[in-house]
């Protein structure tokens, strides 16, 4: 059985129950091959509106559903993600020129970010608080109302669910704007599989759309929280108006995560951690490993291991053949991967590996003697290139890393894994790896960065959903009317 027959859904797109889109349809567009698999709707302002409106009209009924319904219900979800991974899968592999294990991730994730989210309906909803005046005084947990989601391309199921799946199973609504390159598995499959596991109508929509709709989802009336995965110029944008209409927002945004390779460190390994961090998915992954710190009294070594390993990883077309590493997702991306190599050339950094392309296929990239003022290193790339920088102490390594914006993940690769640590420690990052690359994530653990990165934990885990999409609120309760002077 298929559930995603993308012109099918895609008519919904302008008048079903899940979304309603009036602007011109948007070409679904295999980057590696260039072919349109499909249509789907551009949402307008006044679509995100209608929406919106329609959100808030079906929230209270939702959120007083009983909770093993809504439990069930995201259970439900979990095993169609289950029973249709491999369609779902396909259209990862196509619509966002991901490797087939990658593709196999998102699915897999899917599926537990539903089981996970199963589980928050019964999570106790508030605490018993004392009192000095015999009155009942509690706080609990209510649902937050409507909720916002705008999600990127690059993981374009994990980076929606992660949000929509908990929001959901805690009784909000939700409106998801995916991006519009990865409007299939960054949104059709969620609104095919919430549907079919039994969301009710209005509860969940989703629209495809660009900026604008965006915009327009952030300073919706009805929207209370937005959960937002992109840029750091777009995500400051979204902070700007969210502060402007009172409301919160979750942001979850750039990187440039320094991989720290101590003197002891393991080399063979250290180059392999450090290829996967730099070169999965293309390198466009937030938490990449974006800034290779290496002492130089193994720096050669390293550079020679990990240029070997990019010039022998295949490239190509991920749906037709066993590749590395698939297609960059358009050309203006690729554009600017390429301006940060050759200009970092320019600038005196050494082309150890890589540093070209063929249509949107770029060979994975080594660029040794790197400096601080680097434009590959200093700037997230979100390509694959993995930027090495000589140290001398331990303590310069710190320096350097702690010199940047962002604060997403790190990394710090050892023989002594406490000695590791104590590194570790004094660098500003939400994620931290020791012994291992800078790329990782689950349904249960709370995932952010601070700085430039965004603004915390906001997603992930019991504790972290519960604060993100629910707001407290103060009762109490006592026998009969209060007495007053007056």
Known sequence: MTILDVERWAKRVFTGSWSTASGT??????????????????????????????????????????????????????RLFEEHAEEIRRWIIREAGSIPPKAELEAHSA???????AALPSHPAGSLLPSADGRLSLSRRVAAGVVGVIAPFNFPLILSIRAVAPALALGNAVVLKPDTRTAVCGGVVLAAIFEAAGVPEGVFQMLPGGADAGAALVANKHTRVIAF?????????????????LKRAHLELGGNNALIVLPDADVAAAASAGAWGSFLHQGQICMAAGRHLVHESIADEYVAALAEKARNLPVGDPNTAEVALGPIIDERQRDNIHRLVTESVAAGATLAAGGEYDGLFYRPT???HVRRDTPAFCDEIFG???????????EEAVEIARDTEYGLSLSVLGGDAMAAWEVAKQIPSGLVHVNDQTV??????????????GNGGRVGGAEANLESFTETQWVTIQGKIQQYPF
């Not at 694959?384 to 331990?394: G, K, Q, S, W």
């Not at 990782?440 to 990165?453: L, M, R």
């Open 366 to 368: 080594v660029l040794d």
């Open 229 to 245: 995965t992109g840029s750091t110029a777009a995500g400051r944008t979204v902070a700007e108006s969210a502060a402007t209409h």
């Open 25 to 78: 349809p948007t070409e679904v567009v295999e980057p590696a091959t260039g072919q349109v698999l499909g249509h789907v709707g551009a949402a307008t302002p006044g679509d995100i509106d209608e929406a919106c409106a329609k959100a808030a009209a079906a929230q209270r009924e939702w959120e007083s559903t009983p909770f093993e319904e809504r439990a069930a219900i995201m259970r439900r979800a979990g």
């Open 111 to 117: 599926a537990n970010e539903c089981f996970e989210a």
């Open 384 to 394: 694959p290139v993995a930027p090495v920088l000589r140290y001398r102490t331990v």
């Open 440 to 453: 990782g994530d689950h349904a249960h653990i709370p995932f952010g960065g601070v700085g430039a990165s």
